[in-house]
């Protein structure tokens, strides 16, 4: 129940004993003090807990739990030393097959929030080939270290502080192992961390990607100033399995995870990665699905559903390097991707060079503007995929989707909340959908991927 305008019934320092309720859409569980809510990282619903208020505002508090007097059936031992300090893992506590069900009911939750009678079926979340070591894109910190000079680093939960980094059983070996090394190498020629609170040092962050289908690999040295000798720690590198080194200036807030500037300094601009028997070109600074093997999760469902025929259009909106569109076009026509980022862009027409397929069309800009020209100057798609950034599509670019009356659309979110928001406009515009499948990019977290299918509604 509310409490408007009475104080917080707890102080930061108290200990508390609380009942967990639910698990909340971000790192936390729940619970009530008095009706005040207090939220705390690594519960489960159903347990009892003694905790220590870490923060009492006026609308909720924060909680560290200090002893689990009764433990839910779903809690396990976490795996990583850092967890609950490193900012990386939610949900190390909870046994794997808990986690997907978690993820399937919080998709269901905001579907039947925004849709009511109309929410879809959702299906069992779609697992990761295993519950550790899928994460193939890592980014590590540094800080300043006496004995070390410089040791890797990763963000506390929800803060930008550092905590030095021993082990991360989420990341593949390889990532790790090609990051740590940089650090290393980087330390030993005397390069500092950057400290932002005493505004010394270079070195920022050491970003890498691996492809386990190629074995290509490519690492991006971030740093405030050019470093010196950073062809020698390329070649280092490239002699422990990277395929491309790259360094990324960066000299903005501690926030920003890249500079607008990146210079490439050994190996191919781009890495290749297959998903299936479909290649796709990476740059360094270019997003791309963090587990390979959940992307090709979603490819599938995609496929599945669309059923595309040799005669069909279709059109990838928010299409990135091209993850969906080169997939597809070889069962269509034609594929029209739109996207932004000229990165993007320039990755997805090497993607459609290096597959040598020609049925596909690349088109730069944002989706609400180039979307006007389906159907005008450019094809009518029978068939939509759509994978909005976490904000979702937005009012105008569903409703230009429902005029363009496809056979079906396919929507693709990180996000459920956006997803259902979506899901209950395109419904206003006689669009239901029929199914939605949630897919575990990230384990050990609360971040759930889903493909939503949808049809027009028959009157
Ligand atoms: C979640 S990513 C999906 C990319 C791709 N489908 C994939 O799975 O690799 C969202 C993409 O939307 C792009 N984007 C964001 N806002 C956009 C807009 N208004 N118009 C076009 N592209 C946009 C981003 O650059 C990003 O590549």
């Known amino acids: 129940m509310p409490r408007p305008d009475l104080p917080a019934p707890v102080r930061r320092g108290d200990r508390v004993r609380l009942q967990i309720e639910t698990l909340c859409d971000g790192p936390d569980a729940l619970a009530h003090v008095d009706g005040y809510v207090v939220m705390v990282p690594g519960a489960l619903p159903g347990e009892q807990i003694r905790a220590e208020v870490t923060s009492a505002a006026r609308k909720f508090g924060r909680a560290r739990i200090a002893f689990v007097d009764e433990s839910a059936p779903e809690r396990v031992e976490p795996k990583c030393r850092h967890f609950?300090?490193?900012?990386?893992?939610?949900?190390?506590?909870?046994?794997?097959?808990?986690?997907?069900?978690?993820?399937?009911?919080?998709?269901?939750?905001?579907?039947?929030?925004?849709?009511?009678?109309?929410?879809?079926?959702?299906?069992?979340?779609?697992?990761?080939?295993?519950?550790?070591?899928?994460?193939?894109k890592i980014a590590?910190?540094?800080l300043p270290d006496r004995r070390h000079g410089m040791v890797p680093a990763m963000h506390a939960l929800r803060e930008l502080d550092l905590v030095?980094?021993?082990?991360?059983?989420?990341?593949?070996?390889?990532?790790?192992?090609?990051?740590?090394?940089?650090?290393?190498?980087?330390?030993?020629?005397?390069?500092?961390?950057?400290d932002p609170l005493e505004d010394r040092g270079d070195l920022r962050s050491v970003l890498v990607r691996t492809s386990e289908a190629t074995g290509h690999s490519h690492v991006v040295i971030v740093s405030r100033f050019d470093l010196?000798?950073?062809?020698?720690?390329?070649?280092?590198?490239?002699s422990i399995g990277a395929t491309t080194v790259s360094s990324n200036l960066n000299d903005?807030?501690?926030?920003?995870?890249?500079?607008?500037?990146?210079?490439?300094?050994?190996?191919?601009?781009?890495?290749?990665?297959?998903?299936?028997?479909?290649?796709?070109?990476?740059?360094?600074?270019?997003?791309?699905?963090?587990?390979?093997?959940?992307?090709?999760?979603?490819?599938?469902?995609?496929?599945?559903?669309?059923?595309?025929?040799?005669s069909d259009v279709i059109a990838d909106l928010y299409c990135g390097g091209g993850l969906f569109s080169?997939?597809?076009?070889?069962?269509?026509?034609?594929?029209?991707?739109?996207?932004?980022?000229?990165?993007?862009?320039?990755?997805?027409?090497a993607g459609q060079r290096r597959n040598r397929v020609r049925n596909v069309r690349f088109v730069r800009g944002p989706v609400e503007a180039q979307m006007q020209r389906l159907g005008a100057g450019l094809p009518k798609p029978d068939l939509v995929v759509l994978d909005?950034?976490?904000?979702?599509?937005?009012?105008?670019?569903?409703?230009?989707?429902?005029?363009?009356?496809?056979?079906?659309?396919?929507?693709?979110?990180?996000?459920?909340?956006?997803?259902?928001?979506?899901?209950?406009?395109?419904?206003?515009?006689?669009?239901?959908?029929?199914?939605?499948?949630?897919?575990?990019?990230f384990p050990q977290t609360w971040h759930v991927e889903a493909v939503a299918m949808l049809e027009p509604i028959q009157s």
Request: with cysteine; aromatic share 6%; hydrophobic share 45%.
């Open 164 to 194: 030095p980094l021993v082990e991360c059983p989420a990341a593949a070996d390889k990532p790790l192992r090609l990051a740590r090394a940089a650090i290393e190498l980087l330390a030993e020629l005397r390069v500092e961390a950057w």
């Open 252 to 310: 903005g807030p501690e926030s920003r995870l890249l500079g607008t500037r990146t210079l490439h300094v050994s190996g191919p601009d781009r890495i290749d990665e297959r998903i299936g028997d479909v290649h796709y070109c990476i740059s360094p600074t270019a997003f791309f699905q963090t587990s390979p093997y959940a992307a090709g999760e979603l490819v599938r469902l995609v496929r599945e559903f669309l059923a595309c025929k040799a």
């Open 140 to 142: 590590l910190q540094v």
């Open 84 to 136: 609950l300090s490193c900012g990386g893992c939610h949900w190390q506590h909870i046994d794997y097959e808990a986690q997907l069900r978690f993820k399937q009911a919080r998709v269901e939750k905001d579907l039947r929030w925004a849709l009511g009678e109309h929410a879809p079926m959702v299906a069992p979340t779609i697992k990761n080939r295993s519950p550790y070591g899928m994460r193939h």
């Open 326 to 349: 080169l997939a597809l076009c070889g069962h269509a026509r034609e594929v029209i991707g739109i996207e932004e980022s000229p990165v993007a862009i320039a990755d997805a027409e």
């Open 388 to 441: 909005p950034p976490r904000e979702g599509a937005g009012a105008e670019v569903l409703q230009r989707i429902a005029t363009l009356r496809p056979r079906k659309v396919a929507y693709v979110a990180c996000d459920p909340s956006a997803l259902a928001r979506d899901l209950r406009l395109l419904h206003a515009h006689g669009y239901a959908a029929k199914r939605v499948v949630p897919v575990d990019m």
């Open 228 to 238: 010196p000798e950073v062809d020698r720690i390329a070649q280092d590198l490239v």
